[in-house]
């Protein structure tokens, strides 16, 4: 841009555009460190487009405090927990330079934080302006009695030392200017000899009223700050001081005023202070340099001259070697200082790694103590695990003793499997113990914090919700029980089913027995009770998947009652009990709620007298309800309401009778369930029949279960799948859920992985023998074990014969 003038002969004068001003400020997060940024605003944002960068420097992070209040090197901590500190440190520091950035936004100033990390104060400040070229520096100070001064303006010395040639630092106290260090000089410079430079010319006399808060004086390479009265009390002695010496060099033609001054542009200004501390000031080259000196003495009034007489005094080599006799004194008295706070700072650091020392030696003999406990407590199972065993024995060989010879015989003969019994006890005590545990949190999140969304059911025992525990979608049932693992029934349900494997059986995944919660398998298709009613209009099951799921209960429950060494009886069979899967294969549910047959004589092995009554009206065995006697052939008639509801979809109530009747009189196609498909007459009338038998009054017309039940059912089964081949005959490719998820191909031998999803055995070994995650989801596997799935290998091969 070029303006001309008329002035100067039409010269041209060329004007550059206004250029970006960098100024930099150090704070600390202290009171002074405001002012300093309040003056810096005022300062230089009227000169022209300015950014500051302000400055903060905080220590490396070496130390990492515990919750006991001691510190521990970092070098020792896990290092997710040395980065969670660090970042805690750093969020602090960057909220400390909030308010600083606040003041510069409201004055519309640019503005950058920059979050330095260094032990070194000075050195990282005086990094940072040579990396960027800053040319101001502005610093705060505090201005208090000479020890605080002392101490606090250390930094800002060390600073002003550090900082390059080219930089100007203004040390900033209370909101005033205190000193500036020039760019061009190693010396300080104060505020009145910068305005008095900057407004006068050089050949303009100036005398210094004013003294700064802070005062440095530079000797070879090291700045030395000292205390000084304040700015009003300095103010208030140097315009006395003026005028005596005024009155002393005055003439009598003279004017009012006196102006001292010298050639040499040098200005002596004395004041006595409290301290008598002697202030001496000189200017060159158009800069005024201040210096201040501690004295031991102070001026006798008498032995005081003019102004002029001391200057020329000052010139002698006499003063000059007192006056760095002086400053070697005072510089031999800082180190002295320096060194008694290092020794101070060694010591306080030596305790510090002391308690430090204790407080891992606490924590590691405290893991110790709990290594010990438990050490001990197995010690004791082990112990009282022996003593069990050596009482065992012995009654044994007192058996043994007082046994005839017929009865030593009977006793050889049953000992086998009275051992064997012995053994699948202990096995199923070990797998009893080795469920999976889940903590309170880890059920709360898995659904929601009981979100009524998530909702399955509600039953007379508990509620039962949706969960996703690791990808994996469960059922956790919250028993209504206070108790918790008190609970009977609660401690029955982890018994058996930590026990008992079976493919109609609910699979239990674990368990939080503090509170009450089951975990189970999830079955997709709900229960049997929803399907039968169309619950949200799912579709109908058709007749020969009823015929299938007659069976797979029967089969459940022939497993249940030839369990070993006691049998066990279900005793609440109903629909809402049996759950279907996602291809809608029947398990049952609610195991727990059995009873245990203890093994007495031949008699009561089948049956349980004045037991509570527990189950569903409708499906209760009438002789249970008479008498209070359970026996396995109680859940045969529960086996029998069921089939009947699986033939015509009505209420149990009286179900009997409505069927009885109608096969009586003729119209017994008419109380099918239509929707179920065209239901083949002869096969479903003589499973009609049979689920009548089962629901015989008494219970010895009830058939039983082994021998006349379950083979009538399987040729039923048989008809059945015959009849769902021919349906499903127009299909080529064979279904979905038929294919290997790694082969890609039907699978031979279905096994089912703790990821939920089921794969041919060869294939799923051979990914786990080589990989501990998911071939579906990759995600890690909680365990290896691997379960067959007896019911899709089943239907694969019957899929298969049919394509054959």
């Known amino acids: 841009m070029e303006i001309e003038g008329a002035a100067g002969g039409g010269e041209v004068l060329e004007m550059e555009a206004p250029s970006v001003s960098t100024v ?77 950035k606040k003041m510069c936004a409201h004055r519309k100033v640019e503005a950058e934080a920059v979050l330095l990390e260094s032990d070194d104060v000075a050195t990282a400040i005086s990094e940072e302006i040579s990396k960027f070229n800053v040319c101001k520096l502005v610093l705060g100070s505090s201005s208090s009695i000479f020890r605080r001064k002392l101490k606090g303006s250390k930094t800002a010395s060390k600073i002003c030392e550090c900082i390059p040639s080219f930089c100007t630092a203004y040390v900033v106290s209370k909101g005033k200017l205190s000193s500036v260090h020039s760019a061009t000089s190693d010396n300080v410079d104060t505020p ?126 006499h003063d000059q070697d007192y006056l760095k006799l002086e400053i070697e004194r005072l510089r031999v008295k800082l180190r002295h200082l320096q060194k008694l706070n290092e020794l101070a700072q060694s010591e306080s650091f030596g305790h510090d790694q002391k308690l430090n020392k204790l407080g891992i030696q606490s924590i590691e003999d405290e893991i110790k103590l709990k290594e010990i406990e438990l ?93 996703k525990f690791h990808h994996t979608v469960a059922a956790v049932k919250i028993l209504n029980s206070p108790e918790g693992c008190g609970t009977q029934q609660l401690q029955q349900e982890l018994e058996v089913l930590g026990k008992i494997r079976h493919p109609h059986l609910l699979l239990m995944l674990g368990a939080c027995p503090e509170h009450g919660c089951l975990v189970y398998e999830y079955m997709e298709n709900g229960s049997l009770d929803d399907m039968l009613q169309r619950k949200n209009n799912t579709a109908p099951l058709t007749w020969f998947d009823r015929f299938r799921i007659a069976w797979e209960v029967a089969t ?18 109903k629909p809402a009990n049996i759950l279907l899967d996602r291809n809608l294969v029947s398990k049952i549910g609610d195991v727990g709620l059995s009873t245990l047959l203890p093994s007495m004589d031949q008699y009561l092995s089948t049956m349980i007298k004045n037991t509570a009554p527990v189950g569903t009206f409708c499906y209760i065995d009438p002789e249970y309800q008479r008498s209070g006697v359970v026996s396995m052939k109680s859940d045969v008639y529960a086996l029998g309401i069921v089939i009947l509801q699986l033939l015509t979809a009505k209420s149990p109530m009286g179900i009997a009778h409505v069927v009885e009747t109608a096969l009586e009189d003729g119209h017994f196609v008419d109380i099918l369930d239509a929707a179920a498909g065209q239901w083949p007459l002869n096969e479903t009338q003589e499973l009609a029949v049979l689920a009548l038998k089962c629901a015989e009054m008494r219970r010895r017309d009830r058939p039983d279960l082994s021998d006349h039940i379950l083979p009538a059912l399987e040729r039923l089964k048989d008809v059945a799948t015959k009849a769902r081949e021919t349906t499903l005959n127009g299909q080529t490719a064979p279904p979905s859920h038929f294919i290997c998820p790694i082969l890609q191909e039907v699978m031979i031998d279905p096994y089912v992985a703790s990821d939920g999803y089921t794969y041919d055995r060869k294939a799923i070994e051979l990914w786990l023998s080589m990989n501990d995650k998911s071939p579906m989801t990759n995600l890690r596997l909680p365990h290896k074990s691997l379960i067959p799935n007896h019911s899709l290998r089943s239907a694969i091969m019957d899929w298969r014969s049919s394509k054959s």
Not at 84 to 97: S, T
Request: hydrophobic residues 30%.
């Open 24 to 100: 930099a400020i150090a704070v600390n997060g202290s009171k002074t460190s405001k002012h300093a940024v309040k003056w810096a605003l005022d300062k230089f944002v009227p000169e022209g487009r300015v950014l500051f960068r302000i400055l903060h420097v905080r220590p490396t992070i070496k130390m990492v405090p515990t919750p006991m209040g001691n510190f521990i090197p970092i070098t020792q901590v896990r290092e997710d927990v040395a980065t969670a500190y660090k970042k805690e440190v750093e969020w602090q520091a960057n909220n400390m330079l909030l308010p600083y």
């Open 375 to 467: 050490t001990e407590e197995k010690v004791r199972r082990l112990i009282r695990k022996k003593e069990r065993e050596e009482q065992e024995i012995a009654r044994r060989e007192d058996q043994l003793k007082n046994g005839s010879a017929e009865s030593e015989g009977k006793q050889s003969n049953v000992n086998p499997e009275g051992d064997e019994n012995k053994t699948g006890e202990r096995i199923f005590g070990r797998c009893f113990d080795e469920y999976n545990r889940y903590t309170w949190e880890e059920i709360q999140a898995s659904t929601s914090s009981f979100s009524e969304d998530l909702m399955i059911g509600r039953g007379s025992y508990g509620t039962v919700y949706k969960a």
């Open 556 to 573: 459940a429950l022939m497993f249940l009652h030839s369990s070993k060494p006691e049998p066990i009886i279900h005793r609440d069979l």
């Open 192 to 317: 009145d000899s910068i305005s008095s430079s900057t407004v006068s010319s050089p050949s303009s006399r100036s005398f210094s009223s004013s003294a700064p808060s802070e005062w440095g004086d530079t000797y070879g390479s090291a700045n030395m700050s000292f205390n000084q009265p304040s700015l009003s009390f300095q103010r208030d002695q140097a315009l006395a001081n003026t005028k005596k010496l005024s009155n002393r060099t005055a003439s009598p033609s003279g004017s009012g005023r006196s102006e001292i001054s010298y050639h040499d542009d040098t200005v002596l200004t004395s004041s006595h202070s409290v301290n008598s501390e002697a202030q001496f000031s000189s200017s060159s080259s158009g800069n005024s340099i201040y210096k201040s000196f501690h004295r031991d003495h102070s001026f006798d009034n008498s032995d005081q001259a003019s102004v002029s007489d001391i200057a020329t005094n000052l010139k002698h080599s």
